[in-house]
């Protein structure tokens, strides 16, 4: 009787096996993102249309900020609708959103953004790599703002360049010398941020903007609900593109991001957010496309504000740092994030897969679901996890990141460097991490395998050798 019912048992166990999917972690992740994309909508608005020119603009060289500004005021104190910019070239300083207004460029309008930054101030409430402070308005700035749109055919240029914004890239006292900057008021004023955080002086005392060569995002919701960002081509941007901060409910839906020569011109950077859907759109940018971020260091991990549920799909990557990117401020965590259905490829993309982070930022990066890619050629790593980023350059407090719960499908490369870079830390590793079902070819390196508990390689093609965990 006794073998009979261990028989029964030993059935049981085994049939329990045959139904559980063979990675039913990974299965389970994809089934989440329907519940992620049924939240995700897009804000809709009042049919009421309020045109600039009805404002005073101009499209004769003349600075439209006033008129924008008041089209927009009126609009919100309508109940909300369309402010219209109509075909032309209009100039203008800071533009701030407000609550049910969608700001629509028609085919063939321009929006030229002012490099004269006092044309960005006063100063708001704003990020600069991850960290509070009072800083020039990114070009367009919304603050505690709901339904809120940039959307249409036309184009938003920063027409930044070497002249203006991005000299101010320069960090040392040298450069700012060469480029005629004040020598008292260089360039040098991220490491006194840095330090400002790391004593945790209070924001409001944290004031630059004029004289401290900080540059401002492009467009940046802070503290925003319901956001569209649809069919614009953004160009020459001061430094990161689309940088919504502390902001839930965001669709970016068929832009162009142009900012190849830009320094630090990520394409779009979700920080501290919350639902996000990345869709259809074009990068060739001068860093990362698409960079997922949680705050710097001690600004992350005190507040403790994931980014998460982030969907990025159909989108093409060319010119960049990465394609698809966590990091490297990423303090404050970064969970559940899908990428599917993308195309990269450029000898200018330097990884298409990329997740970057150092002992001293904290936070945990999880749940990472990547499937469906197809890589022409990038000229580092096709997939690169890197514990050790920058380490010697940001000595503080140890914070460990932790990285976990790493799933890529279906990824096809046809040139790099490397296929998989993995790069943990001896004292703690990189968990979980599977790569199924990928083809590498024209691959000059050795994969790079280094500190991982619970690594799986399945079904993995490198130049036609079939390479598996051992």
């Given at each position: 009787?006794?073998?009979?019912?261990?028989?029964?048992?030993?059935?049981l166990?085994?049939?329990?096996?045959?139904?559980?999917?063979k990675?039913?972690?990974?299965?389970?992740?994809?089934?989440?993102?329907?519940?992620?994309?049924?939240?995700i909508?897009?804000?809709?608005?009042?049919?009421?249309q309020?045109?600039?020119?009805?404002?005073?603009?101009?499209?004769?060289?003349?600075?439209?900020?006033?008129?924008?500004?008041?089209?927009?005021?009126?609009?919100n104190?309508?109940?909300?609708?369309r402010?219209v910019?109509?075909?032309?070239?209009?100039?203008t300083?800071?533009i701030?959103?407000?609550?049910?207004?969608?700001?629509?460029?028609?085919?063939g309008?321009?929006?030229?953004?002012?490099?004269?930054?006092?044309?960005?101030?006063?100063?708001?409430?704003?990020?600069?790599?991850g960290?509070?402070?009072?800083?020039?308005?990114?070009l367009?700035?919304?603050?505690?703002?709901?339904?809120?749109?940039?959307?249409?055919?036309?184009?938003?240029?920063?027409?930044?360049?070497?002249?203006?914004?991005?000299?101010?890239?320069?960090?040392s006292?040298?450069?700012?010398?060469?480029?005629?900057?004040?020598?008292?008021k260089h360039?040098?004023?991220?490491?006194?941020?840095?330090?400002?955080?790391?004593?945790?002086?209070?924001?409001?005392?944290?004031?630059?903007?004029?004289g401290?060569?900080?540059r401002?995002?492009?467009?940046?919701?802070?503290?925003?609900?319901?956001?569209?960002?649809?069919?614009?081509?953004?160009?020459?941007?001061?430094?990161?593109?689309?940088?919504?901060?502390?902001?839930?409910?965001?669709s970016?839906?068929?832009?162009k991001l142009?900012?190849?020569?830009?320094?630090?011109g990520?394409?779009?950077?979700?920080?501290?957010c919350?639902?996000?859907?990345?869709d259809?759109?074009?990068?060739?940018?001068?860093?990362?496309?698409i960079?997922?971020?949680?705050?710097?260091?001690?600004?992350?991990?005190?507040?403790g504000?994931?980014?998460?549920?982030?969907?990025i799909?159909?989108c093409?990557?060319?010119?960049?740092?990465?394609?698809?990117?966590?990091?490297?401020?990423?303090?404050?965590?970064?969970?559940?994030?899908?990428?599917?259905?993308?195309?990269?490829?450029?000898?200018n993309?330097?990884?298409?897969?990329?997740?970057?982070?150092?002992k001293?930022?904290?936070?945990?990066?999880e749940?990472v679901?990547?499937?469906?890619i197809?890589?022409?050629?990038?000229?580092n790593?096709?997939?690169?996890?890197?514990?050790?980023?920058?380490?010697?350059?940001?000595?503080?407090?140890?914070?460990?990141t932790?990285y976990?719960?790493?799933?890529?499908?279906?990824?096809?490369?046809?040139?790099?460097d490397?296929?998989?870079?993995?790069?943990?830390?001896?004292?703690?590793?990189?968990?979980?991490?599977?790569?199924?079902?990928?083809?590498?070819n024209?691959?000059?390196?050795?994969?790079?395998?280094?500190f991982?508990?619970?690594?799986?390689?399945?079904?993995?093609?490198?130049?036609g050798?079939?390479?598996?965990?051992?």
């Amino acid at each position: 009787m006794k073998n009979l019912l261990f028989i029964f048992v030993t059935f049981l166990s085994l049939a329990a096996c045959k139904t559980e999917p063979k990675h039913a972690d990974i299965e389970a992740g994809w089934k989440a993102l329907d519940g992620i994309l049924e939240r995700i909508q897009a804000p809709v608005f009042p049919d009421k249309q309020f045109v600039i020119t009805d404002f005073g603009a101009k499209d004769d060289g003349t600075i439209c900020t006033d008129a924008i500004r008041l089209a927009i005021e009126t609009c919100n104190g309508s109940g909300g609708g369309r402010v219209v910019v109509p075909e032309g070239t209009w100039l203008t300083g800071a533009i701030h959103l407000l609550s049910n207004v969608e700001l629509h460029l028609v085919e063939g309008a321009t929006v030229l953004f002012s490099t004269n930054p006092a044309d960005y101030l006063p100063n708001v409430l704003t990020r600069f790599e991850g960290m509070e402070l009072y800083n020039y308005s990114p070009l367009i700035y919304a603050y505690k703002q709901e339904n809120i749109a940039v959307t249409g055919k036309g184009t938003l240029d920063g027409q930044a360049s070497n002249e203006n914004w991005w000299a101010w890239a320069r960090t040392s006292l040298e450069d700012s010398q060469n480029l005629g900057l004040p020598s008292q008021k260089h360039p040098d004023n991220v490491p006194r941020l840095i330090e400002m955080m790391t004593q945790a002086v209070p924001t409001d005392q944290r004031i630059f903007g004029e004289g401290y060569y900080l540059r401002p995002s492009f467009f940046q919701p802070y503290l925003c609900k319901n956001i569209l960002i649809e069919g614009l081509t953004i160009k020459r941007p001061p430094m990161w593109m689309l940088h919504p901060v502390l902001s839930e409910n965001i669709s970016v839906l068929n832009v162009k991001l142009y900012s190849q020569n830009a320094p630090n011109g990520d394409g779009c950077d979700p920080e501290c957010c919350k639902d996000i859907l990345i869709d259809g759109c074009e990068f060739n940018t001068g860093d990362d496309c698409i960079a997922i971020k949680s705050g710097r260091n001690r600004q992350g991990y005190d507040l403790g504000i994931p980014t998460e549920n982030v969907v990025i799909r159909n989108c093409k990557m060319m010119d960049g740092h990465g394609g698809i990117v966590l990091g490297s401020e990423t303090s404050g965590g970064v969970r559940n994030v899908y990428g599917y259905n993308c195309e990269m490829s450029s000898p200018n993309l330097d990884r298409a897969i990329r997740l970057k982070s150092n002992k001293y930022r904290g936070g945990i990066i999880e749940n990472v679901f990547i499937r469906d890619i197809t890589v022409g050629e990038v000229s580092n790593a096709a997939i690169r996890i890197n514990q050790n980023y920058f380490s010697k350059a940001a000595p503080g407090e140890i914070h460990y990141t932790t990285y976990r719960n790493i799933f890529v499908e279906n990824l096809s490369c046809q040139k790099a460097d490397y296929a998989i870079e993995i790069l943990g830390l001896e004292e703690h590793p990189v968990e979980n991490v599977k790569i199924i079902n990928c083809e590498f070819n024209n691959i000059k390196n050795e994969n790079v395998l280094n500190f991982i508990n619970g690594l799986v390689l399945e079904n993995i093609s490198i130049n036609g050798n079939s390479v598996t965990t051992e």
